[in-house]
C-alpha cells in the first residue's frame, strides 16, 4: 500500500457532464501529481501542486482543472467530458524536494458514455 | 519523436529467465531514473531510483544508467510468475519539481 488513496475507485459518466476525482497523499507529502493513463498514451502528466500551490503543468485541457487544499488532498474537476477522456487517472505525491520519488494511488478508472 | 521511448512488447519468458528491460530517451537534462512495475488495476509501484550514471541492483534487480548513450536498463534475475506485470520507466529533470516523463511500459509474462 503507497499510502496514497483515491476515490471513487470507478466512475462511469455520460458525456457533457462534470465529475470530481478526490487524492489524499501520503502523510507528510506536500506535493500532489496528476496523471492520465490510456492505452494508446501511456501516463500523461496533467498538473503539479505543492503546498496548495500549482507548481508546473502538463497537458492539461482546458476542461480539467484541480486544487489542492489547506489539508492537502487534491481534487481533480473534468467537465464538458467526451468519449476520449475515458482513461484511468491517477494520482501521485511526494514531498516535494527535488530528488524525491512519486508514490502512486491506485487510480480513478472513469468511463465517459 | 516521444522524450522516452519503451518497446511495450509483450515478452514472455519461462520462470528462472532473465529478463532485460529497456527505455531510450533524448533530453540529456533527466538525472533522475526510476523503475516502476504495474499490476493490472493498480499504481505504478516504484521498484528502484538511480541518479546518473551507474549501476543499483536491490535483490533480484539490477538497474543501469548509460548518459553517454542515452539508454537504461532493468534487470531481473531469477524471473518468477509474480513479476508478471507491465514495467514502466520514468525519468525526470532536477529543476522541474519532480515531474515524471515515463516511458510507454513493457508487458512482461513469466510463466512457470
Not at chain 1, 4 to 9: A, G, L
Not at chain 1, 22 to 31: F, V
Not at chain 1, 42 to 67: C, D, H, P, V
Not at chain 2, 31 to 57: A, D, H, I, V
Amino acid at each position: 500500500d503507497s499510502g496514497v488513496t483515491q476515490t471513487p475507485k470507478h466512475l462511469i459518466t455520460a458525456t457533457g457532464q462534470r465529475v470530481t476525482l478526490r487524492c489524499s497523499p501520503r502523510s507528510g507529502d506536500l506535493s500532489v501529481y496528476w496523471y492520465q493513463q490510456s492505452l494508446d498514451q501511456g501516463l500523461q502528466f496533467l498538473i503539479q501542486y505543492y503546498n496548495g500551490e500549482e507548481r508546473a503543468k502538463g497537458n492539461i485541457l482546458e476542461r480539467f482543472s484541480a486544487q489542492q487544499f489547506p489539508d492537502l488532498h487534491s481534487e481533480l474537476n473534468l467537465s464538458s467530458l467526451e468519449l476520449g477522456d475515458s482513461a484511468l487517472y491517477f494520482c501521485a505525491s511526494s514531498p516535494g524536494t527535488v530528488n524525491s520519488p512519486l508514490h502512486f494511488g491506485n487510480g480513478t478508472r472513469l468511463t465517459v458514455t | 519523436q516521444k522524450e522516452v521511448e519503451q518497446d511495450p512488447g509483450p515478452l514472455s519468458v519461462p520462470e528462472g529467465a532473465i529478463v532485460s528491460l529497456n527505455c531510450t530517451y533524448s533530453n540529456s537534462a533527466f538525472q533522475y531514473f526510476m523503475w516502476y512495475r504495474q499490476y493490472s488495476r493498480k499504481g505504478p509501484e516504484l521498484l528502484m531510483y538511480t541518479y546518473s550514471s551507474g549501476n543499483k541492483e536491490d535483490g533480484r534487480f539490477t538497474a543501469q544508467v548509460d548518459k553517454s548513450s542515452k539508454y537504461i536498463s532493468l534487470f531481473i534475475r531469477d524471473s518468477q510468475p509474480s513479476d508478471s506485470a507491465t514495467y514502466l520507466c520514468a525519468m525526470s529533470v532536477s529543476n522541474q519539481g519532480g515531474k515524471l516523463i515515463f516511458g510507454q511500459g513493457t508487458e512482461l509474462s513469466v510463466k512457470p
